[in-house]
């Protein structure tokens, strides 16, 4: 992708060449001895690999759906072990694969299912949470599940009021 824009860019502001005295413009691109349709065609081909590659991507992905999108965990004491489940479905036609599963802060520990999961199977996604001391009051943690989907990434929340 990153190949397009610096093309781009050099067609851009190479293509911008003085007016010689016949009043013409002259092309101003040298880009590692192409000329300015080599430059074009190149272009092209770089969007065609980007376009198919997007496409193969698409092909391979499936769609999930959560049992719920935010887990309150209710009133928490500090330095407590707190856990919930996410339940996923794959919703979709391909094998859902979850990436990785991250969360916002050292205190929420989130694990993904180890292996894929089958059409219209499912799995959780279990959080833990154990807020440290001093940490008081209304707790919002994000956690990020990356997966074969559209979009890539989802993401679900957890909450708590630690007294």
């Given at each position: 992708m990153k190949r397009i824009y610096i093309l781009a860019a050099v067609v851009v502001f190479g293509s911008c060449g003085s007016p010689e005295k016949s009043g013409k413009i002259q092309s101003g691109?040298?880009?590692?001895?192409?000329n300015e349709a080599e430059l074009k065609e190149s272009i092209r081909e770089v969007a065609k690999e980007e376009a198919e590659r997007a496409q193969a991507e698409k092909m391979n992905s499936t769609?999930?759906?959560?049992?719920?999108?935010?887990?309150?965990?209710?009133?928490?004491?500090?330095?407590s072990e707190n856990t919930c489940q996410f339940k996923v479905t794959n919703?979709?036609?391909?094998?859902?694969?979850?990436?990785?599963?991250?969360?916002?802060?050292?205190?929420?520990t989130p694990h993904k299912p180890e292996g894929p999961i089958?059409?219209?199977?499912?799995?959780?996604?279990?959080?833990?949470?154990?807020p440290k001391p001093g940490q008081l009051n209304e707790i919002k943690k994000i956690v990020t599940v990356v997966?074969?989907?559209?979009?890539?990434?989802?993401?679900?929340?957890?909450r708590a009021f630690v007294k």
């Open positions: 691109v040298a880009a590692g001895g192409q769609t999930l759906k959560f049992d719920k999108m935010i887990h309150d965990y209710g009133d928490v004491k500090p330095d919703t979709g036609k391909k094998p859902l694969v979850i990436e990785n599963v991250s969360a916002s802060c050292g205190c929420t089958a059409p219209g199977a499912s799995d959780y996604i279990e959080v833990g949470f154990h997966a074969n989907t559209e979009p890539k990434i989802t993401e679900l929340q957890i």
